[in-house]
């Protein structure tokens, strides 16, 4: 398949997920919210902090508040995090590569941009947020459903698993980072009761919530849950899930011997490690190192197998 | 309530569907219409703006700021029937027609005894632009150069069908029939069971089997690729959809390579991978900056190397467009006599070539009367349309013809035939044209039918959709229902 094409299957695949994660953690921080004691809720901040976008939050706006936030991840479209940019990255991703992907994705992915755009405003109240977070989520899982059961299961499949499972690697870790942090105030006793409530956010942001009760068995503490989240493979937004589908797409395609390097380095890092025994800041710091890991899976996808940036493509042109 | 069609205004008209007060011969259809009723009727359109709408079926529009604009196709759901036995003339003449100007661009391109005999001026060949002395002296696979021909076709108001123009460079629009009849499918299926119009949906295999046709490397099984200018061309989604519905490659210049054994190769996941056919969909100056405009970035160098030493096909061929001139297309009749020694089947629009002087005078005294188009301008543009012209236009276009009568022809202005589309709330006539597209290869393919367009303002006469037209599925019907009347 032609390189452009395979770049921009990988792209199309990444926004999807990337709007999708987005809603999620839109919709688990509502939610939360309304848990958690006034005085000590973490308001809507750290839903910036996992996107990792504070600097041009701040260039744009005055305060965390719910209202800037959440316009801020909705359809902010200086944000590419942001649900409609995503969409609309997605959209043109898949526009410019119809002829590759079974026209229902399209006509879907369509839809769904249509809906995110039109329907915005409702999304952008609070009562009517959940039903357009959760179209939003829907769709997006409708997208994935429909590429696994329509398109050709071929090197355009690897890529687009390869989209997908970066972009989900890489919002897993950060929603561990910001969710296991600054969320309750330390040695505050009196607040343990809320410390439950604080990890099953964590894991309903991924869905992972009933996932974690059947294959874990244990009520909701903080070790199992990070074990849970970087380290069951048979949770399909686990950290090493998505390394191992990652790995399983890189074996099928060409040239893949230092992209295969790369991934197992990852895969080493994640197995050597026992989260549950790190404290807080050497989370932090292993959470730091699979982040820098997984950028650089992303460049060397890039060096091998999109088509070189355009001047360097002229100048290879003229020394072949 | 029903539909009133004697309060349907078409007098003057040729109507494709309401002749007068009584009916035309697909009385049915009326009938069929007026049982759906008006308030059904325009909700089966609202339902088919809809499916448009997420279907994505889009034409890029440039608005005059510079920016593009998707569009979304302009649609209307009645639909504008043919009688059978009516295409099959058609078919016949528009085969016919193609054939003949494959003979006249390939003699063009090598002895040009079409010139020699007396038969087609020197002079306009002199002054063609889509003339390309670079093909001078190439045999292009099987001898062909137009591989796919859109040739517009318009009814006047005796119901005399006329080839209004040929477009042998990139004709589009073939993506929007297909895509009419499928939404036509969703939103009217009842009349679908009484008329069973001949379906249109085998075009993406012809044309593969057209462009494969083609290729170098007959033996293994040949590589198709659509060579687009990319997504903000406004035909971009005709060239991902026929890509995809031909399973072909959708590639932009950047994607292509012509390596030192003058073969064409695109850059692939695997690395680099042979190419045999080319259905490019880019004009001939930006096909290749080595062989013409060398600042474009739109093409692939080395592209006319490759096609010259029969290493790639292009199709349509470089060079092709020289028989898209409005000035040759006044000499096709004569050309069908030369090359094929028969009469034309379907007639040319009355056409005065204002190189020639009588031709020129009679033009000039009835402007108010006739159209008058400059020979290589698509779109619509650059044109006089007498009869809605100011005196001040023509008196412009008088000087532009006078300076340059070779690049001017002259039709009368005809009443183009109308078909009833929805309006707001109530049926309207609309004037309508109709574009077939014929491929040519080893053997010859019409499509049934083509793309209906529709000049959606009322009067107008103008159905490009650059200029606000919409379109209609075309229905061609094996046995016309009898009038009931």
Known sequence: ?320 | MSIDWNAYPSEGFYDELVAGNGHRAIAGLLADLEALGPEELVSRQEAADVSIKEMGITFTVYSEEGGAIDRTWPFDIIPRIIAQSEWERVDAGLRQRVQALNLFIDDLYHDQKVIKDGVFPAEVLAKSVNFRPQCIGVDPPLGIWAHICGSDLVRDADGTLYVLEDNLRVPSGVSYMLENRLVTKRVLPELFEHYAPLPVDDYPSELFDTLAALSPRPADYPAVVVLTPGIYNSAYFEHSYLAQQMGCELVEGRDLFVDKDDCVYMRTVDGLARVDVVYRRIDDLFLDPEAFLPDSALGVPGLMRAWKAGNVALANAPGAGVADDKVVYAFVPELIRYYLDADPIIPNVPTYRCMEPDALAYTLENMERMVVKPANESGGYGMLVGPASTKAEREHFAELIKKDPRNYIAQPALKLSTVPTIIGKKLEPRHVDLRPFILSADRQQVTMGGLTRVAMRKGSLVVNSSQGGGSKDTWIVPEPPQADE
């Open chain 1, 1 to 320: 398949m032609l390189s452009r094409v395979a770049e921009n299957i990988y792209w199309m695949a990444r926004y999807v997920e990337r709007a999708e994660n987005t809603a999620r953690i839109v919709t688990v921080n509502a939610n939360l919210l309304l848990d958690l004691p006034k005085g000590i809720a973490p308001g809507w901040r750290p839903l910036v902090d996992i996107t990792g976008a504070n600097l041009l939050f701040e260039e744009h706006y005055k305060d965390y508040s719910e209202r800037n936030v959440v316009r801020f991840l909705l359809a902010d479209e200086r944000n590419s995090g942001s649900i409609v940019p995503a969409l609309v990255a997605a959209r043109e991703n898949c526009r410019t590569i119809r002829d590759f992907v079974p026209r229902e994705v399209w006509e879907l992915l369509n839809e769904i941009y249509l809906f995110a755009r039109e329907d915005l405003p409702k999304g952008m109240t609070k009562g009517g947020r959940h039903a357009y977070l959760k179209r939003v989520i829907q769709g997006a899982q409708n997208i994935n459903g429909l590429l696994s059961g329509t398109m050709l299961h071929d090197q355009g499949y690897d890529f687009l698993h390869l989209g997908r499972f970066l972009e989900r690697a890489d919002m897993t870790t950060r929603i561990i980072d910001v969710r296991s942090a600054n969320l309750l105030p330390e040695e505050a006793t009196e607040l343990r009761p809320f410390e439950t409530i604080q990890w099953v956010s964590v894991l309903k942001s991924m869905t992972a919530y009933q996932a974690y009760r059947r294959s874990e068995q244990i009520r909701v503490l903080r070790g199992p849950v990070l074990r849970f989240l970087f380290q069951n493979e048979a949770f399909p937004r686990s950290v090493v899930h998505c390394i191992e589908a990652l790995r399983t797409s890189l074996s099928k395609l060409p040239r893949n011997e230092s992209a295969l390097r790369v991934a197992g380095r990852l895969k080493r890092n994640l197995e050597g490690t026992e989260p549950r025994r790190l404290n807080q800041q050497q989370l932090h710091a292993f959470i730091d190192d699979l982040q820098v890991g997984i950028g650089d899976l992303h460049e060397e996808l890039a060096r091998t197998w999109f088509p070189p940036p355009p001047e360097t493509q002229s100048q290879s042109q003229t020394q072949d």
